[in-house]
C-alpha cells in the first residue's frame, strides 16, 4: 500500500508506485486500444523530421498551441487599469469566468469584472435588456466611479450597438445620468489581446476627451509639460509600472501612466479585501490631454490609441517594449528629449551596475542560441536585449505578430552580427516552433508557462518572461524594464543557464568535471 | 463562539436578508429565490436553481463550451478536440483543468494542447465550414494516430449557421468512417456549463454509441465489467478511485472521462454496471445506457473513508458474494490508513468550519469528508445545480446549513464575512478574494493544483491540504505587532 499517514505521497510520487504503475498498465493494455509501442515511436521520431515539419508549416486552417489569447482579455486588463473601474463584458458569461480566472492564475490576485449573461434570447432579440439589467445590478452592489464596457464575439456577431444600449440604460435610470461608461467594441475575431488592449484603452480617452459619447462638450486641449505613459499589455505590469514611475521621478519628470493596474493586481493580504485600488484617475486621464507628449512603450498594445492621441497635437513616441541597455537607454533619451530634463546621475549609475553585471556573465552567453515567443512588441525588445548581450535570438515567433513586424525584427537582426543565423516567424503558433527546435536546436527558449510543453518535449530549458506564467510564482512582481528590470532579465537568463549546465554535469561517475563550483 | 441550531439559522436569514438589501427591488426578488437556510426533514434546500445569472452580479459560472470541451470531452485523450470559433475559448481552457492522463503528448494523446480554427472576421461573414473541413484535414495530415475528432462550438458557430454536422459527416466518410464528433455547446446555450454537459452526453449517444457496434470485436466480457463515469481524474481521482475497485474483484472497462479512451466510451454499453461519480454532468448518458441497453446505474462518493465504505458496499451489493467479500476486504485493507490519517489530522481540524461553493457533486460530496476529520460545513450551494442535485444535498447537511444557489461574487463575500468559516472551498476566482480577508482558502475544483482527493489514498492528501490551509502560521501574522 503505497500510501501512509506519516508519509502522505503526492501525486507526483503517488502514481509511480509499483500498484499504479500495474494499474496504468494493465488499463492500457486491456481496454485502450491503442497503437502499438512501436508505432508510437514511429510516429513520435517522425513528428521530429524535416518531413514533419514541411507539413507542419504548410497548415493553412488549425492552429495548435497558439501564443496569443482574444481580445476582450485586454480589454479588461485596460479597464482595471482605471481607479474604481469595473469592467463590464456584454456577451456570453463563460468568457468573463475565463478572464478572471486566467488573470488570477497570472497575478495570483484576485480579478474582478461582471458580464451582461447573454443567452439565447439574447441571441434572438439582442442584448439590450441584459445591459440595461446588468448595469443597474453591477452599479448598485459595487458603486464603481466608471463601468467600462467591452464586447466578447456572441455580441459582436449580433451587431449590439453599446452606444445606443448605454444611452438606453442611462434613460432607464438603471445607472446615474452622470456616470462614466466608455466603451469599446471588441472582437475577439479580430486581432488578439494587445487589440483588445488597445481598443479599450482607446475608448476611455475617447470618452473623457471628446465630450462623454455627446453628453458634454468636448475638452479643449491646453498644452502643458506633463508626459504620457502608456505600457500596453504586460505580464510584469506589478513590477514595471512602479518601476516606470520611479525612472520619471529620478528625472524629476511630470507624468501621467495611462493604465495603470500595478495596485489593483497587487493588493496585500490584511484582513481585508480591495475589490478597486490604485489606477489611473478620471482626473488624470481628462488632464493627459494636455500633455506635452505620450510614450507607447509597447506600439502594437497602442496603434489606434496613440494615432488618436497625436491627432490631438501630442508628439507620440511609439517604442516597442525597449529593453536592457541599449532599450533603456532609448527609453531614457526620448523622454529627456521630450521634457528638457537630463538622464538622472541615479540612472546613470543603475546602467553602469547592468552593464557590470553584463560584462562579468557575458562569457556565458555569448553565442547561445535562442528561441522566443510572444506578443510583438516584447519580442522587439527581447531580441534586441539579446543581440546586446551576444547572444543569438535564432526563432523569433509570434502568433499576434504580422509581416509588418516581422520586417522589424529582421532590421534588428541585419544591424548585429549576431542576427545573422537568425529568423522571424510571423503569424505562428507554438506547434510550428515544436519543429523548429528539433530540426534547428536552440540552448533556451524564452516565453510563458505553455512553452514548458516544449521545453519537455524538444529538451531545451524555458525562460518564463512572457504573459501569462501560471507555473512558477510571483516572477510578475519584479520589473521587466529598465536598468532594473534588465539586471532581472539578465540573472533569469543567467540562473537558467547554470541550473542547466549543474544538470547536464551532475552525473556522478561520468561529469564530475564540469561541474563547477566556482564559475 | 458556537451558535444553537436555532441561534445560527436566526443569523443566516439576517445575512440572507442583509445582502438582498443591496440589489435593486427587481434583482433581490429573483435571488431570494436561491438563497435559504435548511431545515432538516425537508426533502429539498428551498432553493430554485438552474435558473438564468443575473446580468452583472459576477456570476461565478461559466457556459456550455466549458461543460463539454472543459469537462466532458476535453479530457478523452486520444481524440483531438477542436475549439472551434475564435482563439480565445480553447486558450482560457487549456490544461487548466488538471486531468490527468498517460500518453504521449501530441503523438497519441492531446489532453494538454489547444487546437483552434482561430476564427478571424472572414470566418464569421463567410462561414467557418470550409476551414473546418481544412482544419480537419490537416489534424489528419499531422495526428495520424488519433482516435477521433471532437468539434467544441463557440458562440459564434451557432449564430452564423455552420453547419458542422454536414462536415462531420462528410470528413467521416472521407477518412473511411473515423469518428468525428460535431458538438452544439455554444457558450451562449443554456444558463450554465449545465447544458454543456447535456449536450455533450447527448453527442456521444449519436455519434459514438450509435457508431459503436462491432468495432472492438476483441473485447471479452465478465460479469464483474462496470464502468466509472463522471470522474474527470483531477489530480489523478480516477487512478486512486479505480484501484480500490480493481481491488474488490471488479473490472473496470472504462474511465469517462478523466484519461479516457474512444474504445473505452464505446465499449461501456458492455458494462454490467455503472458506477456514476458526478451526477450532474453525466447523468444523462447513465439514464441512456440504462434505457437504451438495460445498465443499472449506481451513484457513489468517494470522498473520505464513511462514504467511501458506504459506497463500496453499496456497489458491491449489485454483484455477487465474491464481490461482497471483496468490498469488505478492501475496507479493512485500508482502515490502518484511514486511522492513522484521522488521528493524525482530526485533533488538528476538529470543530473547524467549511463554507463551500463549487460544482457538479462537490457541494454535497464532500462534505462526508470534512465530517470524517470533525468539521462541520456550514454553508453550500452549486454553481450550475438542478432541483435533483439540492435534493440530493439534504441527506448530507446539517439543519440550519445556509444555501447558496449561483452565489453572486458580492453575496459569497458577505457571507463570508459574517459567518466566518474557519476555511472556504470554491475556485481560483474565489481563492485570492478571501484570502486577503484572511480567511484560509482551498480550490476545490482543481484540488488547488493537489490531489487526488478521490479514495483512502486520496484521503490521506485531502486531510493534509485541509491541515496545511487552515493551520498555516501565515493567518496568524496578519496583523502588523504594532497595530492594537
Known amino acids: ?519 | 463562539m458556537s451558535l444553537t441550531v436555532e441561534e445560527a439559522k436566526k443569523r443566516n436569514q439576517e445575512v440572507i436578508g442583509e445582502v438582498l438589501l443591496a440589489y435593486p427591488e427587481k434583482t433581490a426578488k429573483k435571488r431570494v429565490k436561491h438563497l435559504s437556510v435548511f431545515d432538516e426533514g425537508k426533502t429539498d434546500c428551498g432553493v430554485k436553481s438552474n435558473i438564468k445569472s443575473i446580468p452583472g452580479v459576477m456570476t461565478i459560472r461559466g457556459c456550455a463550451y466549458a461543460g463539454s470541451k472543459g469537462v466532458v470531452w476535453g479530457p478523452i485523450k486520444d481524440m483531438v478536440h477542436i475549439s472551434h470559433g475564435p482563439v480565445g475559448c480553447g486558450q482560457y481552457s487549456w490544461g487548466s483543468r488538471r486531468n490527468y492522463y498517460a500518453g504521449r503528448t501530441g503523438v497519441d494523446s492531446f489532453g494538454t494542447m489547444q487546437f483552434t480554427s482561430d476564427f478571424q472576421e472572414k470566418d464569421i461573414v463567410f462561414g467557418g465550414d470550409k476551414k473546418l473541413e481544412k482544419v480537419m484535414d490537416e489534424i489528419q495530415t499531422l495526428f495520424p494516430l488519433n482516435k477521433g475528432i471532437s468539434v467544441q462550438s463557440e458562440c459564434p458557430i451557432g449564430l452564423i449557421g455552420d453547419d458542422i454536422e454536414a462536415v462531420s459527416k462528410k470528413k467521416t466518410k472521407q477518412f473511411d468512417g473515423h469518428t468525428i464528433v460535431p458538438v452544439r455547446c455554444e457558450g451562449f446555450r443554456g444558463v450554465s456549463q449545465s447544458l454543456g454537459h447535456h449536450i455533450a452526453n447527448d453527442a456521444i449517444r449519436e455519434w459514438v454509441f450509435d457508431k459503436a457496434d462491432g468495432k472492438h470485436p476483441q473485447f471479452e466480457g465478465t460479469p464483474y465489467d462496470v464502468a466509472i463515469i463522471g470522474d474527470y481524474n483531477i489530480g489523478g481521482d480516477a487512478w486512486s478511485s479505480r484501484i480500490l475497485l480493481e481491488e474488490m474483484g471488479l473490472r473496470v472497462i472504462a474511465q469517462w472521462s478523466g484519461d479516457g479512451t474512444l474504445a473505452e466510451m464505446e465499449n461501456t454499453p458492455k458494462a454490467k454496471l455503472n458506477l456514476l461519480h458526478c451526477y450532474r454532468s453525466m447523468n444523462y448518458i447513465s439514464r441512456h445506457m440504462e434505457e437504451k441497453f438495460g445498465i443499472p446505474w449506481v451513484e457513489y462518493n468517494f470522498f473520505g473513508p464513511s462514504r467511501i465504505e458506504a459506497s463500496l458496499r453499496e456497489i458491491a451489493s449489485h454483484f455477487d458474494d465474491s464481490i461482497k467479500q471483496g468490498a469488505e476486504r478492501v475496507i479493512a485493507k485500508y482502515r490502518a490508513l484511514t486511522d492513522a490519517v484521522i488521528a493524525k489530522y482530526r485533533p488538528r481540524l476538529e470543530g473547524k468550519s467549511v463554507m463551500l461553493f463549487v460544482g457538479g457533486l462537490r457541494p454535497r460530496h464532500v462534505i462526508g469528508a470534512y465530517e470524517d476529520l470533525g468539521m462541520e460545513v456550514i454553508g453550500t450551494g452549486y454553481e450550475f445545480g438542478h432541483g435533483d442535485d439540492y435534493q440530493r444535498t439534504t441527506h448530507d447537511i446539517k439543519d440550519g446549513t445556509l444555501i447558496y444557489d449561483d452565489v453572486t461574487g458580492f453575496e459569497f463575500e458577505k457571507f463570508v464575512e459574517k459567518l466566518r468559516p474557519d476555511m472556504v472551498g470554491s475556485g481560483v476566482k474565489e481563492k485570492y478574494v478571501f484570502q486577503k480577508m484572511g480567511v484560509p482558502f482551498r480550490q476545490m475544483h482543481s484540488w488547488d493544483y493537489s490531489g487526488p482527493y478521490h479514495g483512502y489514498d486520496g484521503f490521506a492528501i485531502f486531510a493534509r491540504d485541509m491541515d496545511m490551509a487552515i493551520n498555516s502560521p501565515v493567518w496568524g501574522l496578519l496583523k502588523a505587532p504594532w497595530k492594537s
Open chain 1, 1 to 519: 500500500m503505497p500510501q501512509s499517514a506519516d508519509k502522505i505521497l503526492d501525486h507526483e510520487k503517488l502514481f509511480r508506485e509499483p500498484e499504479y504503475a500495474a494499474l496504468l498498465e494493465k488499463k492500457k493494455q486491456d481496454f485502450e486500444f491503442g497503437h502499438t509501442a512501436a508505432k508510437v515511436q514511429q510516429v513520435c521520431d517522425w513528428t521530429k523530421s524535416r518531413e514533419y515539419q514541411d507539413k507542419n508549416f504548410a497548415r493553412e486552417a488549425l492552429t495548435i498551441n497558439p501564443a496569443k489569447a482574444c481580445q476582450p482579455l485586454g480589454a479588461v486588463f485596460a479597464s482595471i487599469g482605471f481607479q474604481k473601474t469595473l469592467p463590464f463584458v456584454h456577451g456570453s458569461q463563460g468568457c468573463v469566468a475565463y478572464y478572471r480566472s486566467h488573470f488570477s492564475r497570472h497575478f495570483k490576485e484576485p480579478t474582478s469584472a461582471v458580464s451582461s449573461s447573454m443567452t439565447e434570447d439574447a441571441a434572438v432579440f439582442g442584448g439590450l435588456n441584459n445591459l440595461v439589467d446588468g448595469m443597474a445590478n453591477a452599479y448598485s452592489l459595487y458603486q464603481p466611479e466608471m463601468i467600462a464596457v467591452s464586447t466578447t464575439c456572441m455580441a459582436e456577431v449580433i451587431g449590439d450597438d453599446l452606444d445606443s444600449f448605454i444611452k438606453g440604460a442611462r434613460e432607464k435610470g438603471s445607472i446615474p445620468k452622470e456616470l462614466d461608461v466608455p466603451f469599446a467594441h471588441t472582437p475577439a475575431f479580430v486581432g488578439s489581446h494587445v487589440t483588445g488592449y488597445d481598443n479599450a484603452l482607446k475608448s476611455v480617452l475617447t470618452y473623457f476627451w471628446d465630450g462623454k459619447a455627446n453628453a458634454v462638450p468636448a475638452l479643449e486641449r491646453v498644452p502643458n509639460q506633463s508626459i504620457n505613459f502608456i505600457g500596453g499589455f504586460d505580464g510584469f505590469v506589478v513590477g514595471n509600472i512602479p518601476e516606470v514611475r520611479r525612472m520619471f521621478a529620478s528625472m524629476g519628470v511630470e507624468h501621467t501612466i495611462l493604465c495603470d493596474p500595478s495596485d489593483a493586481w497587487n493588493t496585500p493580504t490584511d484582513g481585508q479585501f480591495r475589490m478597486f485600488d490604485g489606477g489611473t484617475s478620471k482626473a488624470e486621464v481628462e488632464n493627459a490631454l494636455n500633455a506635452k507628449a505620450t510614450v507607447v512603450f509597447q506600439e502594437h498594445s497602442a496603434e489606434k490609441t496613440g494615432k488618436y492621441i497625436a491627432g490631438k497635437g501630442q508628439e507620440v513616441v511609439f517604442l516597442n517594449h525597449p529593453m536592457g541597455v541599449g532599450g533603456t537607454d532609448q527609453f531614457l533619451m526620448e523622454v529627456s528629449r521630450l521634457t528638457g530634463k537630463p538622464v538622472s546621475k541615479e540612472l546613470e549609475l543603475e546602467r553602469g551596475r547592468l552593464l557590470d553585471a553584463i560584462g562579468d556573465s557575458q562569457a556565458y552567453l555569448h553565442g547561445k542560441k535562442f528561441a522566443l515567443y510572444g506578443d510583438p512588441d516584447f519580442l522587439l525588445g527581447m531580441t534586441a536585449f539579446l543581440l546586446e548581450l551576444g547572444c543569438e535570438p535564432v526563432h523569433v515567433l509570434s502568433t499576434n505578430g504580422d509581416k509588418d513586424w516581422a520586417v522589424k525584427v529582421q532590421a534588428l537582426f541585419d544591424a548585429s552580427p549576431f542576427g545573422k543565423d537568425c529568423k522571424v516567424y510571423p503569424k505562428r503558433d507554438l506547434w510550428h516552433l515544436r519543429s523548429l527546435l528539433f530540426t534547428e536546436p536552440v540552448d533556451f527558449l524564452i516565453g510563458n508557462s505553455y512553452g514548458k510543453y516544449l521545453e519537455r518535449d524538444c529538451g531545451v530549458p524555458l525562460i518564463r518572461l512572457v504573459f501569462p506564467v501560471t507555473d512558477r510564482h510571483h516572477h510578475h512582481r519584479f520589473p521587466t524594464w529598465g536598468y532594473a528590470g534588465g539586471l532581472r532579465v539578465l540573472v533569469s537568463i543567467l540562473d537558467e543557464y547554470f541550473e542547466a549546465l549543474d544538470l547536464n554535469t551532475g552525473d556522478v561517475g561520468k561529469t564530475d568535471y564540469s561541474f563547477d563550483l566556482v564559475r
